[in-house]
């Protein structure tokens, strides 16, 4: 990546589209990172949830916890090398930019029907509610590309 990023900044034709900070950002990623990546050149729609577990109000207890964060097929869409650590990949590409859950946004109820019937996820749901003070709740998310993530595949993945 940095071998293209550098032959790009070099014509001065192209140059503009080189970012000062994709160095940084080629030196923060890893492998599967950059395979994660090169699936938003798919342009398709990428849920994500979030599953924890609060008092149900009869319980006379109130809070939860955070059981999974981030949860997604994504590691597996892209064939990621370490797919239990998709989360960490997702935490660290939207540190750098490239990527963002923005707050309150959501797809339409289909696209989290794969997810939510994930074997991990209904296993921990059911163990869950096997306490009767305790309920699961699923936050439904969605993961998109930002401007500059589009920039950067265009630039250094393409």
Known sequence: ML?????IAINTRNAPQVHPAFVKVITN??????RILEYFLKDEPLSLVNLRWDYNSDSGKQGGKEVLQNFSHLALYAQCQHPQFCATYIDNLCRL????IPPFYQYLD??????EADPLIRSLVADIESSQERMATIERK???ITTMGKQFIQTCLQ
């Open 97 to 100: 930019g490239l990527l963002e």
């Open 29 to 34: 990623l890893c492998a599967d990172e950059a």
């Open 110 to 115: 289909d696209a989290y029907a794969e997810i």
């Open 3 to 7: 071998a293209r990023l550098i032959a």
């Open 142 to 144: 969605g993961l998109r």
